[in-house]
């Protein structure tokens, strides 16, 4: 397993450093075993707080992500790397049932942007605001995979992503998946589709 350990803005210090490697190669050991990379990203939050982000590939567009923060940089690693471990818990068989490979033929390449939002109006401006064109700030391929929709929840869920897009393999037309407020899973497969089911919502 690659492994990638950054500490933005900080200093990590070869402790906490060794600290992080030996947790992460243990959770990868104990639920795994087959991650290709981990990225473990360290940086100040406010004045007080260290926030960890921690993103771990373990299979192709398999990504298990996760995000903490705390006063203490060791605890802050910590309650993330519980987090990954936990989600590796409750897939662990279903991720080493499907840790082959998918075929190049099951993608569908696409572009990915990232837009900028609708810019605020202020208070005092009376004046209709001029029609907004949204600016891209970032151009990414992405691929579109076919999955089942029990998988899509799975990757959804290991991801910690908003919502996922990809392509039903019962009628090979695209569906969504993507977390609700409640923290249930919304469902939606367009009319057109066979077997047709419009924003069903699952238990996450």
Not at 48 to 53: C, K, P, V
Not at 170 to 179: K, S
């Amino acid at each position: 397993m690659q492994l990638s350990i950054t500490g933005k803005q900080m200093d990590l210090g070869d402790a906490l450093r060794a600290h992080i490697t030996d947790k992460i190669e243990d959770i990868n050991h104990k639920y795994f075993n087959r991650a290709i990379e981990a990225t473990i990203t360290l940086s100040p939050e406010g004045n007080a707080f260290t926030r960890t982000h921690i993103s771990i590939r373990v299979g192709k567009d398999i990504m298990v992500m996760s995000d903490a923060q705390d006063t203490d940089a060791y605890a802050s690693f910590d309650a993330a790397a519980e987090k990954v471990a936990k989600q590796l818990r409750r897939y662990k068989k279903r991720l080493r049932d499907h840790h082959e490979r998918l075929e190049e033929d099951n993608v569908i390449p696409a572009q990915s942007f990232v837009l900028t939002p609708e810019p605020e109006a202020k208070d005092d401006d009376h004046n209709e605001p001029e029609k907004h064109e949204p600016i891209v700030i970032a151009d990414m391929i992405t691929n579109i995979q076919t999955m089942s929709v029990s998988e899509a929840v799975m990757r959804l869920d290991l991801s910690g992503e908003n919502a996922l897009l990809f392509r039903n393999p019962q009628h090979e037309g695209l569906n969504l998946v993507y977390r609700r407020k409640d923290d249930n899973i919304g469902w939606v497969d367009p009319e057109g589709n066979e077997s047709s089911h419009v924003m069903k919502a699952a238990n996450g």
